[in-house]
């Protein structure tokens, strides 16, 4: 129970697109905020978009314009449409819910194992 899973990831060329699922097993995910989370070889883990309760969302700016986080909270879903993906962009995406509106990975709670996401050049 309480499980997140990532779906979605692939390998994809410069300019074109991805879509990401996170699915919630066992549990209603409506009263947490979602965020996605990325992670590159050698570096520290991320933050990329959240989404509240009321549906209210926030990003990095490196994916500000290029990425979009929705909730389907009936599905216990949460998605991350990737579009005018980058090189850069490669990494492993973390899906995960926390009590607080924050962009910090410290305060969330739940986290998913993760999808590799590659961009070739």
């Known amino acids: 129970q309480g499980q997140l899973v990532e779906s979605g990831g692939g390998l994809v060329q410069a300019g074109g697109s991805l879509r990401l699922s996170c699915a919630a097993s066992?549990?209603?995910?409506?009263?947490?905020?979602m965020g996605w989370f990325r992670q590159a070889p050698g570096k520290e883990r991320e933050f990329v978009a959240r989404?509240?309760?009321?549906?209210?969302?926030y990003y990095s700016e490196s994916v500000k314009g290029r990425f979009t986080i929705s909730r389907d909270n009936a599905k216990n879903t949460v998605y991350l449409q990737m579009n005018s993906l980058k090189p850069e962009d490669t990494a492993v995406y973390y899906c995960a819910a926390g009590n607080l509106a924050t962009t910090n990975k410290g305060d969330y709670t739940y986290w998913g194992q993760g999808t590799q996401v590659t961009v070739s050049s």
């Open positions: 989404i509240s309760r009321p549906g209210n969302t």
């Open positions: 066992g549990r209603t995910f409506s009263s947490y905020v």
